[in-house]
């Protein structure tokens, strides 16, 4: 069955870097394409970044574009999301997603805190 495993979050000072990972298994990794999405205390889980099979494009939210670098390994079914220069606002669980089948799936997500 499809299984994404988030890792990589942890608590940053404002300004700092993390990588996030994404482990997939139970699809074939390179032909789909893989999102990121965060969700922040009493919001709405919002799109962050996507990487699509064809050229490695990517596309990004707005607020995150120049700080943000989603990329991927299909050696390792493994995607992964470089941020710096992290805010408080970036604070969320950021999971990650993929369309197949007919379904959406997700991760169980890792916890990222921006704070002094």
């Known amino acids: 069955q499809v299984q994404l495993v988030e890792s990589g979050g942890g608590l940053v000072q404002p300004g700092g870097s993390l990588r996030l990972s994404c482990a997939a298994s139970?699809?074939?990794?390179?032909?789909?394409?893989i999102a990121w999405y965060r969700q922040a205390p009493e919001k709405e889980r919002e799109f962050v970044a996507r990487?699509?099979?064809?050229?490695?494009?990517?596309s990004y939210k707005d607020s995150v574009k120049g700080r943000f670098t989603i990329s991927r390994d299909n050696a390792k079914n493994t995607v992964y999301l470089q941020m710096n220069s992290l805010e408080p606002e970036d604070t969320a669980v950021y999971y990650c997603?993929?369309?197949?089948?007919?379904?959406?799936?997700w991760g169980q997500g890792t916890q990222v805190t921006v704070s002094s």
């Open positions: 997603n993929v369309e197949y089948g007919g379904g959406n799936y």
């Open positions: 139970g699809f074939t990794f390179s032909r789909y394409d």
């Open positions: 990487i699509f099979t064809i050229g490695g494009i990517t």
